[in-house]
């Protein structure tokens, strides 16, 4: 079995990618001097190298890479090593232009940037295949060598080809899933617009189509194509295994929600030994806090709860948004360990040194343009100390203390087109109700709909437009066995062929919630609804409205305006030993905030009214010790109770009581035990 932490480790990792190809060699001996004063423990290379080691088809020249696996090894500094199968060489494309991906629109890319791959193509796989053996037999077993990382953020740029390659194994696709094209006939549902197939052989990818395609076609694509990529990730993976035994194997997910939309990672997470990140932050105007928190928690729950590895953040501003802000002073510790609470063991950037020339010259580094007599190094070098005060925290898990539901498959189906209003958004609503939960100071882990619920006393379902009738099972069994559950609506109503389940709305979760509803009565841009509750609270809704009707469940919250006027808005159905709440419009963040409070009620979760706004509290426990970690994102001195009393590791000093927490400062104590 191979290992799921990087090989010999034994603190925390920290570093980033390391390019030295794009830098006269003497230039290297001062980048190793500058890493071990940093505190660097582990670097990415190799992720972009593929033209330089195999410049020919066939002949490798490992020389650099060579100096480079040396160079790093004398100095201490273990290697995360990539597969370059993410960009394959000009050679390569000049004799397979082929392997070039195609747009829906029928356009073929063109080499000259990154990530411009087919995943049907053979020659692609097979080049793939070639060079990563090349490169395991070269560094398999060498001791520098701590974890194997394939290809680079796999779903982005390209998530999808639709060349003819990729028609005929997604018929090889379609007939491993369905047998034989009647299955595929009655899963799509081809009867409607005449759409029915004699053969598998008469099935093309959903190219662009003059008005809507086939919904159930297109959510299969993306499945094929999500599986596509998978299947040459796993390809490469077990030659590593098979010639590099021992060694952990990767790839860098890019969980958040805004950045990339094409990847299962549920799928994805059985399959890497360990689940690594890269995490960006987006300038919307919003919290960008809350985003980070948020995907921490995907990623760790990805990684079924293990200890998982930040593989990229920046350490300022990026280069790719329209406006690249840079990070205020001690913001980078705060993101960087803000990750460390949420079980990233450790924290790594891209890159070290900031590139002069080509894409991303523009982007932060550890090593920036301006060198060493800058804020960001100074910065770099204390991250680093403050790194290794937190090598205890290695192994440990974050304890969580709600789960929201998360499926990428039912947010790809909500997105298609043609749906009762384009202003619903899965995105969004998950967005929302984790915000309003991370403002209670709850820390969430993410589920899939079909996994066992029991451990969580509140579950939240902010948008689960496709769903299975084992999860209406699962819901049902949660909410009987004593779970607390609240469901927004346009969830339950699809099954995975986006299929309207059979009956009223919302199919699967109709017994859970005690409730049909007749039909959706999406707003109109802009308009709002009032709610109201007997207790005389008023509530604002806007996007959607819909026609409850309660069958058991009864009404708390009642429309107060609109086509629904008079009827139930938000509904409440005791089930067995426990609760599950029905929310039927976008409720806007004080409301959500106020119904989440009664389910949290409901749940029995002690609100944290001691905790100021945007001041996180999350803790790590496991064999070495109960770590609380505390995040102070508001300029402001603060403090904050302590579940007891130990040492504050960042300064070594004995906290108990009220710990000072100063603006923007970050604390992590260790509870004596
Ligand atoms: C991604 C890539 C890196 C780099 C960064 C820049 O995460 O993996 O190679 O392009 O973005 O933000
Ligand atoms: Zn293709």
């Given at each position: 079995?191979?290992?799921?932490?990087?090989?010999?480790?034994?603190?925390?990792?920290?570093?980033?990618?390391?390019?030295?190809?794009?830098?006269?060699?003497?230039?290297?001996?001062?980048?190793?001097?500058?890493?071990?004063?940093?505190?660097?423990?582990?670097?990415?290379?190799?992720?972009?190298?593929?033209?330089?080691?195999?410049?020919?088809?066939?002949?490798?020249?490992?020389?650099?890479?060579?100096?480079?696996?040396?160079?790093?090894?004398?100095?201490?500094?273990?290697?995360?090593?990539?597969?370059?199968?993410?960009?394959?060489?000009?050679?390569?494309?000049?004799?397979?232009?082929?392997?070039?991906?195609?747009s829906r629109e029928?356009?073929?890319?063109?080499?000259?940037?990154?990530?411009?791959?087919?995943?049907?193509?053979?020659?692609?796989?097979?080049?793939?295949?070639?060079?990563?053996?090349?490169?395991?037999?070269?560094?398999?077993?060498?001791?520098?060598?701590?974890?194997?990382?394939?290809?680079?953020?796999?779903g982005?740029?390209?998530s999808a080809c639709y060349?003819?390659?990729c028609a005929?194994?997604f018929r090889?696709w379609l007939?491993?899933t369905y047998?034989?094209v009647e299955g595929v006939n009655e899963a799509w549902g081809t009867a409607f617009w005449g759409q029915h197939y004699?053969?598998v052989?008469e099935i093309e990818p959903p190219r662009a189509t003059p008005t809507v395609c086939n919904p159930a076609h297109l959510l299969d694509y993306a499945r094929f194509a999500d599986a596509t990529?998978?299947?040459?990730?796993?390809?490469?993976?077990?030659?590593?295994?098979?010639?590099?035994?021992?060694?952990?194997?990767?790839?860098?997910?890019?969980?958040?929600l805004?950045?990339?939309d094409s990847v299962d990672?549920?799928a994805?997470?059985?399959?890497?030994?360990?689940?690594?990140?890269?995490?960006?932050?987006?300038?919307?105007?919003?919290?960008?806090?809350?985003?980070?928190?948020?995907?921490?928690?995907?990623?760790?729950?990805?990684?079924?709860?293990?200890?998982?590895?930040?593989?990229?953040?920046?350490?300022?501003?990026?280069?790719?948004?329209?406006?690249?802000?840079?990070?205020?002073?001690?913001?980078?510790?705060?993101?960087?360990?803000?990750?460390?609470?949420?079980?990233?063991?450790?924290?790594?950037?891209?890159?070290?040194?900031?590139?002069?020339?080509?894409?991303?010259?523009?982007?932060?580094?550890?090593?920036?343009?301006?060198?060493?007599?800058?804020?960001?190094?100074?910065?770099?070098?204390?991250?680093?100390?403050?790194?290794?005060?937190?090598?205890?925290?290695?192994?440990?898990?974050?304890?969580?203390?709600?789960?929201?539901?998360w499926d990428w498959q039912s947010w790809w189906a909500q997105r298609l087109e043609w749906r009762p209003s384009e202003d619903h958004d899965a995105r969004e609503r998950a967005?929302?109700?984790?915000?309003?939960?991370?403002?209670?100071?709850?820390?969430?882990?993410?589920?899939?709909p079909?996994?066992?619920?029991?451990?969580?006393?509140?579950?939240?379902?902010?948008a689960l437009y496709l769903a299975s009738e084992?999860t209406?099972?699962?819901?049902?069994?949660?909410?009987?066995?004593?779970?607390?559950?609240?469901?927004?609506y346009f969830s339950g109503i699809v099954d995975e062929h986006d299929a309207v389940h059979p009956g009223a709305y919302p199919g699967v979760l109709?017994?859970?919630?005690?409730?049909?509803v007749?039909e959706f009565?999406p707003?109109?841009?802009?308009?709002?609804?009032?709610?109201?509750?007997?207790?005389?609270?008023?509530?604002?809704?806007?996007v959607w409205?819909e026609?409850?009707?309660?069958?058991?469940?009864?009404?708390?919250?009642?429309?107060?305006?609109?086509?629904?006027?008079?009827?139930?808005?938000?509904?409440?159905?005791?089930?067995?030993?426990?609760?599950?709440?029905?929310?039927?419009?976008?409720?806007?963040?004080?409301?959500?905030?106020?119904?989440?409070?009664?389910?949290?009620?409901?749940?029995?979760?002690?609100?944290?009214?001691?905790?100021?706004?945007?001041?996180?509290?999350?803790?790590?426990?496991?064999?070495?010790?109960?770590?609380?970690?505390?995040?102070?994102?508001?300029?402001?001195?603060?403090?904050?109770?302590?579940?007891?009393?130990?040492?504050?590791?960042?300064?070594?000093?004995?906290?108990?009581?009220?710990?000072?927490?100063?603006?923007?400062?970050?604390?992590?104590?260790?509870?004596?035990?």
């Amino acid at each position: 079995m191979p290992d799921t932490a990087p090989e010999g480790l034994e603190g925390l990792a920290y570093g980033g990618d390391y390019n030295p190809e794009q830098w006269p060699e003497d230039v290297w001996a001062e980048d190793v001097r500058l890493m071990r004063e940093a505190g660097v423990t582990l670097v990415s290379i190799g992720i972009f190298s593929w033209a330089l080691i195999e410049p020919e088809p066939g002949r490798y020249d490992f020389g650099r890479l060579d100096r480079i696996v040396a160079l790093l090894h004398e100095n201490g500094i273990r290697i995360d090593l990539g597969t370059p199968t993410v960009a394959p060489p000009a050679w390569f494309y000049r004799a397979h232009p082929e392997a070039l991906p195609v747009s829906r629109e029928g356009m073929r890319y063109a080499f000259g940037s990154r990530g411009a791959i087919c995943h049907s193509s053979t020659a692609y796989r097979t080049a793939a295949a070639a060079v990563t053996e090349q490169l395991v037999r070269r560094y398999g077993s060498h001791p520098a060598l701590a974890l194997w990382h394939v290809h680079n953020e796999y779903g982005v740029p390209v998530s999808a080809c639709y060349c003819e390659n990729c028609a005929a194994h997604f018929r090889r696709w379609l007939t491993a899933t369905y047998g034989n094209v009647e299955g595929v006939n009655e899963a799509w549902g081809t009867a409607f617009w005449g759409q029915h197939y004699g053969s598998v052989e008469e099935i093309e990818p959903p190219r662009a189509t003059p008005t809507v395609c086939n919904p159930a076609h297109l959510l299969d694509y993306a499945r094929f194509a999500d599986a596509t990529m998978r299947e040459n990730f796993v390809r490469e993976r077990d030659i590593l295994h098979r010639l590099s035994p021992g060694i952990p194997v990767t790839t860098n997910f890019m969980t958040a929600l805004s950045q990339c939309d094409s990847v299962d990672y549920w799928a994805w997470g059985r399959e890497v030994d360990l689940v690594t990140n890269d995490h960006y932050l987006i300038t919307d105007g919003r919290r960008t806090h809350v985003n980070l928190a948020m995907t921490a928690d995907l990623t760790r729950s990805v990684a079924g709860g293990a200890p998982w590895l930040l593989l990229e953040h920046s350490t300022s501003g990026v280069s790719w948004q329209p406006r690249n802000p840079a990070k205020a002073p001690g913001q980078m510790a705060r993101n960087s360990l803000a990750h460390v609470a949420r079980g990233s063991d450790g924290a790594m950037f891209f890159q070290w040194r900031q590139s002069r020339r080509g894409a991303e010259k523009f982007h932060s580094s550890m090593l920036p343009h301006a060198g060493t007599d800058s804020r960001v190094w100074r910065e770099v070098v204390r991250l680093g100390a403050d790194l290794d005060s937190l090598a205890p925290v290695r192994g440990t898990r974050t304890v969580a203390d709600a789960a929201m539901l998360w499926d990428w498959q039912s947010w790809w189906a909500q997105r298609l087109e043609w749906r009762p209003s384009e202003d619903h958004d899965a995105r969004e609503r998950a967005d929302s109700f984790y915000e309003a939960l991370y403002d209670r100071h709850l820390t969430l882990d993410f589920a899939h709909p079909e996994a066992d619920l029991s451990a969580y006393p509140l579950v939240v379902v902010p948008a689960l437009y496709l769903a299975s009738e084992a999860t209406g099972r699962n819901l049902r069994t949660y909410v009987e066995n004593g779970g607390t559950l609240v469901v927004s609506y346009f969830s339950g109503i699809v099954d995975e062929h986006d299929a309207v389940h059979p009956g009223a709305y919302p199919g699967v979760l109709r017994d859970v919630l005690g409730l049909t509803v007749e039909e959706f009565s999406p707003l109109g841009e802009g308009e709002r609804v009032r709610i109201t509750a007997a207790d005389g609270s008023e509530l604002t809704g806007d996007v959607w409205s819909e026609f409850v009707v309660p069958r058991g469940a009864e009404t708390v919250w009642t429309y107060a305006d609109g086509l629904a006027a008079g009827q139930p808005a938000i509904t409440r159905h005791r089930l067995g030993r426990g609760t599950a709440w029905y929310i039927s419009t976008r409720l806007t963040p004080a409301a959500l905030d106020t119904v989440l409070g009664a389910a949290t009620e409901d749940a029995g979760l002690t609100p944290r009214t001691d905790l100021p706004r945007d001041v996180e509290v999350v803790r790590r426990s496991g064999e070495s010790g109960e770590y609380v970690f505390v995040v102070n994102h508001t300029g402001t001195d603060t403090k904050v109770p302590l579940p007891g009393h130990g040492t504050e590791l960042l300064t070594g000093e004995r906290a108990a009581g009220r710990l000072a927490l100063p603006g923007g400062a970050v604390r992590v104590v260790r509870l004596d035990s």
